[in-house]
C-alpha cells in the first residue's frame, strides 16, 4: 500500500498512467475510490494520483489538531514533495476545493490548472442571508439521510441520482462508509482579494441541482477570480463527476487539453459538452 509519511500525516495515496501529473482531491463524503470513473478516462494521457485526505480511510494526521501546520493545503504540499512533482493540474471535489485552492493560492509557481467541482474552496463572502433557504434544505436532508427514512437520499449526490441510477448512489455510500472516525481539519475562509490574485487557469463546475454548494456560490467565485470558467451541468447534484462522469470528463479535458495538454496535437479525447439527456 503506498504510504507518504510526512512531518504532519501518513498519507495513502494511488498513482495511475503516465504523462504529465495529475492530482484529484475528493470531498467529505468520499475518498481515493470515489475518482475511478476519471482515472480510467485520464489515466491514458495523464498520471493520475488519487489521495486519501487525512482523517479518512486509510491516511491519518500523525499531529495534534492545535497544530497550525496541520491543513490539507500543506498536506497536499507535503504529498507532492514526497512524489518530487514541482508543477502540476489539480481536479478537486467539494471539501477538496479547500484542499487545492489554499494550495493554489500558497504556491501559485506549482499550479498550472485547477478545476473546482461543486466547490467555493471557502471563499467569503460579507452576507449569507441569501443561502438561508439551501442551509435549512440542507439541514432536512442530512436528518432524513442519517436516520434512514425511506426515499431518503444521501445529499452529496442527490435525489436524481438516487431516482434514476441507484446503483451508483449506492455504490457512492459503499465507498463513503470506509471512512471512519472522519477527523476534518484545515477549514478556514479566503477572502475575494486573495481569488483575484490567483495565477492558474481555473474552471469551476457546478451541478444545476446541487444543494450543497449552489450553483450561486460557484458563481461569486467565477467573479471574484478574473479569467475563470464557469460551466453549469443539467440534471446534476453535488457529485457531477460521479453522477455524469461522461460530460464532467469531457468538460475537464477539455480545459486542460488548453491549459495544462497532455497531447503534442492540444486536441481533446472528446471536444463537445453536451445535455446529459441527449448522451
Known sequence: MPVAKSNLASIYYESVGNGPPLVFAHGAGGNALSWWQQTAFFGAQYRCITFDHPGFRHSEWLVPESDPDAVYGNVLCELLDHLKIDRVGLVAQSMGGWTCLRFALDHPERVASLVMAATDGGLYLPSRE?????????????????????????????????????????????????????????????????????????LLIAGEEDIVCSPQRLNSLHKAASGSEILTVPASGHSVYFERSDLFNRAVDGFLSRTYPARPDGKTIVQSFANPEKN
Open 130 to 202: 441569501s443561502y438561508a433557504e439551501q442551509e435549512s434544505l440542507l439541514g432536512e436532508v442530512r436528518t432524513a439521510w442519517e436516520e434512514r427514512r425511506p426515499g431518503s437520499f444521501h445529499p452529496a449526490v442527490g435525489s436524481r441520482m438516487l431516482t434514476e441510477q441507484p446503483e451508483l448512489h449506492d455504490m457512492y455510500v459503499e465507498i463513503g462508509d470506509q471512512n471512519s472516525g472522519v477527523s476534518r481539519r484545515g477549514w478556514g475562509e479566503i477572502q475575494a482579494s486573495e481569488i483575484a490574485k490567483l495565477q492558474c487557469s481555473m
